[in-house]
């Protein structure tokens, strides 16, 4: 199976780096045949930030993260979550904190990195 490893840094909302990287994680998420990891570092992790309400119209990257998650994985740096006072009680269903060990092993398996 092939895999496309994601690693975002940026905030979900402020700039569009993260919608784009999650919208094409979305889009190759569905694909037979491959898998689609996300791992979330600095300010992108508030992108697993679960309840976000955004203005009617705008896109959720919580919910763009729930479809990445129906087929693939998300991680979130640990480190980072610390340093912005998120617990995992604060992250969507099936996203999982983690550390730069797993971001290793993920960057090494991976047949593609892709960093935004």
Not at 84 to 103: C, F, T
Request: glycine share 10%.
């Amino acid at each position: 199976m092939a895999s496309t490893l994601f690693i975002l840094n940026d905030a979900p909302y402020g700039n569009e780096r993260a919608y784009n990287a999650l919208r094409l994680a979305g889009a190759m998420a569905g694909r037979n045949g491959h898998e689609v990891l996300v791992f979330l570092l600095a300010d992108a992790v508030s992108c697993a930030r679960a309840g976000q309400k955004v203005p009617e119209g705008y896109y959720n990257v919580e919910h763009m993260l729930g479809k990445v998650l129906r087929h693939g994985s998300v991680a979130l740096c640990g480190t980072c979550m610390d340093a912005r006072g998120m617990q995992e009680a604060d992250v969507i269903a099936g996203a999982m904190r983690s550390n730069l060990a797993k971001l290793a092993d993920w960057a090494v398996s991976a047949d593609k990195v892709l960093v935004f």
